[in-house]
């Protein structure tokens, strides 16, 4: 499907108006599984203006079509303001889970080292992992490049302003990659873990972490209305099976896997059981839009160490 410029049907998600976006960006189909190349889909969710599909081989589930790569880069120019840095309640749960984060990655051993964080937005995880760390980054976002040489000077020399592809990094350069929530945004996951695993010394790991786990009980339930679907920043909606199967051939094996819910800034167990229950008394109403709470195995944090 492609959206010449000036179409006027409106698109909107949630509280956001996508309908200039896609008018002036064209939406693409996806004509094969990025998981195991299937070509036959069933549709997964209801939502009629921003689908998605779920491959009927391997059950990797992704939107169909998708905003091109000039239209998310329009999409994410003065991010931080638009999304991030006005909401003060939010921005204080991301500094907390950014150190629960952190300290992940350190309690596994991986303390030290040259570190690239891949979409490193305004510095904030950079931030949180330390001076223990020779940090660098990349980040697509004008914005958010100049907050981080404004705030974080230790290290913002070391962020370059555009994608990983385009950044060049040398050969076994990183002992280790971060993507915190980035892989699921990216129009091609499987050239951004290649260049991961170019750029990565011997033994070096990548942490996957914030990225949105499909397996979830909340995904299966909610579909659409699961408060981390969205039709523009979340493409690719991978599980642990799924994103096993892409790094198989990767050279690079799982040595950790998390579902952060418990302990962290999100955590709201007896309220969010609640909210579950009202939602499956009321699925079957057609006023039934509440979107899902934040929720066990929602979020899953993966380590993958290079051969």
Same mark, same amino acid.
């Given at each position: 499907m492609v959206c010449q410029k000036g179409t006027l049907e409106l698109k909107t998600f949630r509280n956001e108006n996508f309908t200039e976006l896609f008018s002036?960006?064209?939406?693409?189909? =996806?004509?094969?599984?990025?998981? &195991?190349? +299937?070509?036959? !889909?069933? #549709?997964?969710?209801?939502? $009629?203006?921003f689908p998605a599909s779920e491959c009927l081989n391997c059950?990797?589930?992704?939107?169909?079509?998708?905003?091109?790569?000039?239209?998310?880069?329009?999409?994410?120019?003065?991010?931080?303001?638009?999304?991030?840095?006005?909401?003060?309640?939010?921005?204080?749960?991301?500094?907390?889970?950014?150190?629960?984060?952190?300290?992940?990655l350190s309690n596994r051993g991986y303390a030290?080292? =040259?570190?690239?964080?891949?979409? &490193?937005? +305004?510095?904030? !995880?950079? #931030?949180?992992?330390?001076? $223990?760390?020779?940090?660098?980054g990349t980040e697509i976002d004008s914005e958010s490049v100049?907050?981080?040489?404004?705030?974080?000077?230790?290290?913002?020399s070391n962020v370059y302003h555009g994608d990983l592809i385009e950044a060049k990094f040398g050969a076994a350069q990183f002992d280790i990659v971060t993507l915190r929530g980035v892989i699921e945004h990216v129009p091609n996951p499987s050239e951004i873990i290649q260049e991961v695993l170019r750029i990565l010394k011997p033994?070096?790991?990548m942490?996957?972490?914030?990225?949105?786990n499909v397996d979830?009980?909340?995904?299966?339930?909610?579909?659409?209305?699961?408060?981390?679907?969205?039709?523009?920043?979340?493409?690719?909606y991978f599980s642990p099976t799924t994103f096993k199967r892409i790094m198989n051939s990767s050279g690079m094996r799982l040595v950790w896997e998390e579902f952060p819910y418990f302990g962290t800034p999100y955590e709201h167990f007896e309220a969010d059981l609640r909210k579950?229950?009202?939602?499956?008394?009321?699925?079957?109403?057609?006023?039934?839009?509440?979107v899902s709470p934040p929720f066990f195995e929602s979020m899953m944090s993966l380590i993958y160490q290079k051969e």
């Open positions: 002036v960006h064209r939406a693409v189909d =996806v004509e094969a599984c990025i998981c &195991c190349k +299937g070509k036959n !889909f069933k #549709e997964w969710t209801s939502e $009629r203006k059950g990797f589930v992704f939107m169909n079509p998708q905003l091109d790569a000039s239209g998310l880069r329009d999409y994410y120019q003065n991010y931080l303001s638009k999304r991030r840095i006005n909401d003060e309640a939010k921005m204080e749960q991301r500094k907390s889970q950014y150190r629960l984060d952190a300290d992940l030290d080292g =040259v570190l690239l964080d891949v979409g &490193c937005n +305004g510095g904030f !995880f950079l #931030e949180a992992l330390g001076d $223990r760390y020779e940090r660098y100049a907050y981080c040489r404004k705030h974080y000077t230790e290290f913002a033994r070096g790991v942490f996957i972490c914030a990225t949105p979830s009980v909340a995904a299966r339930i909610y579909r659409e209305n699961w408060v981390l679907f969205h039709p523009v920043q979340h493409l690719w579950f229950a009202t939602y499956l008394n009321e699925l079957e109403t057609a006023s039934n839009s509440n």
